[in-house]
Nanobody
Framework: QARLVESGGGLVQAGDSLRLSCATS????????MGWFRQPPGKAREFVIS????????NQRDSVKGRFTISKDIAKNTVYLQMNSLKPEDTAVYFC???????????????????????WGQGTQVTVSS
């Protein structure tokens, strides 16, 4: 059974940095693309950034370009979200998700579509104060 566990959230000030981690188990991590989504208070969940299974392709929302990066450590079965220059509007619960396309053999492209992800973590709170 696949399991995703996020960590690293917290309360920071605007301009600070945070690194979120998502440790996975029960899945063949190297075959999964990984994504980060977030749900701001009172709003719907939204896509943040995603990475293909082999790390060659990354998608991200415009508002985080140049500030957020995603990386996969296949040896540790962990995906990271490095967040720099945080803004109050980044305040949200952050979720990691794993996606696999049946029949795609060893490569799964990145995706911004939440419905395409089969496995989700429980989320970690990030609060950015002004």
């Amino acid at each position: 059974q696949a399991r995703l566990v996020e960590s690293g959230g917290g309360l920071v000030q605007a301009g600070d940095s945070l690194r979120l981690s998502c440790a996975t188990s029960g899945l063949t991590f190297s075959r999964f693309s990984m994504g980060w989504f977030r749900q701001p208070p009172g709003k719907a969940r939204e896509f943040v950034i995603s990475i293909s299974s082999n790390g060659d392709s990354i998608n991200q929302r415009d508002s985080v370009k140049g500030r957020f990066t995603i990386s996969k450590d296949i040896a540790k079965n962990t995906v990271y979200l490095q967040m720099n220059s945080l803004k109050p509007e980044d305040t949200a619960v952050y979720f990691c998700a794993a996606r696999y396309v049946a029949g795609s053999l060893y490569y799964t492209p990145s995706s911004a579509v939440a419905a395409e992800y089969q496995h989700w973590g429980q989320g970690t709170q990030v609060t950015v104060s002004s």
